[in-house]
C-alpha cells in the first residue's frame, strides 16, 4: 500500500458490528452468560469457593451486575443447578423423540444421550460433581427439579420392562434400570475423579457393553 492509499474505513454502514454489545444484550441472554460462567467457575473452584466475584471476573461483568441478575449467591447456584437440569431433561427427551419406535433403539438412544458432546462435558460434568458432593444442594434439587429425575427412571424402567417381555428375561426391570442408570453416572464420575481418565466414547462402550449384559437378545458387546 503506498502513502497515498486511503485507510480501510471504519463507519458502521460499511463494517457493522455482527454482534450485540455486552449493553445491548437481553435480560435472558444476560441471565445465560451469567449462568455458563457460573459453571465454569464450579468447574475451576468447587462449590464452596464459588463467590459471586468469582463469577463476575469469569463473565467480565461488574459485580453489581450479577447481584442485579441474581441477589444471592444462593439464588444463583440454585439458578444455575435448575438450568442443568433443564439441558438435562431436553437432551434426553428430545433423544427418544428422534429414536425409533422399539425397546432397544429407545434404550441405545436414552444411553447415547448421556454422552452428548454438548452435555458430557468436562466443565458441566465438573459442575454436575460439584452440586451432587454438596449437601447444601440436595434439598434444593429435590424440591424443584426431583420430578425429572423421576420421569428420567420412570421411563428407563418402562424401556427396560418391555426389553424383558420381548426377550423372556427373568429380572425385575426396575433392578435393570438401576443397573443402567448406575453405570452411567458411574462413567460420568470416572470422566471427572481418575487422574488418568477415558475418555466420552470410552465412557458410552461402557453403557453399551452394560446393556449387552442384561439384554443379550438385543445388544451385542462391542
Not at 492509499?5 to 449493553?23: V, Y
Not at 444484550?25 to 464452596?48: D, V
Not at 458411574?186 to 442384561?214: F, H, N, V
Request: hydrophobic share 40%; aromatic share 8%.
Amino acid at each position: 500500500m503506498t502513502a497515498a492509499s486511503p485507510k480501510p474505513s471504519t463507519s458502521s454502514a460499511e463494517a457493522p458490528d455482527p454482534a450485540p454489545r455486552p449493553r445491548t444484550m437481553s435480560r435472558e441472554a444476560r441471565r445465560e452468560q451469567i449462568i455458563e460462567a457460573t459453571i465454569r467457575t464450579l468447574a475451576a473452584r468447587g462449590f464452596a469457593r464459588t463467590t459471586l466475584t468469582e463469577v463476575a471476573r469469569e463473565a467480565g461483568l461488574s459485580h453489581g451486575l450479577v447481584l442485579f441478575h441474581f441477589e444471592t449467591k444462593e439464588k444463583l447456584l440454585a439458578d444455575t443447578l435448575g438450568a442443568l437440569a433443564e439441558e438435562y431433561r431436553d437432551n434426553w427427551q428430545a433423544a427418544l423423540a428422534s429414536a425409533g419406535p422399539t425397546a432397544a433403539e429407545q434404550l441405545s438412544a436414552l444411553i447415547d444421550a448421556d454422552f452428548a458432546p454438548n452435555l458430557c462435558t468436562p466443565d458441566r460434568l465438573a459442575a454436575w460433581c460439584a452440586f451432587w458432593g454438596e449437601a447444601q444442594s440436595r434439598p434444593i434439587y429435590q424440591e424443584n427439579y426431583g420430578d425429572k429425575d423421576a420421569a428420567y427412571n420412570a421411563r428407563m424402567e418402562e424401556i427396560c420392562a418391555e426389553l424383558v417381555a420381548e426377550g423372556g428375561y427373568t429380572a425385575a426391570p426396575k433392578y435393570l434400570a438401576r443397573i443402567l442408570r448406575l453405570t452411567i453416572e458411574g462413567t460420568w464420575l470416572d470422566l471427572m475423579s481418575m487422574k488418568d481418565p477415558y475418555d466420552a466414547a470410552e465412557a458410552q462402550r461402557t453403557a453399551r457393553i452394560c446393556a449387552s449384559i442384561l439384554f443379550p437378545k438385543h445388544f451385542k458387546a462391542e
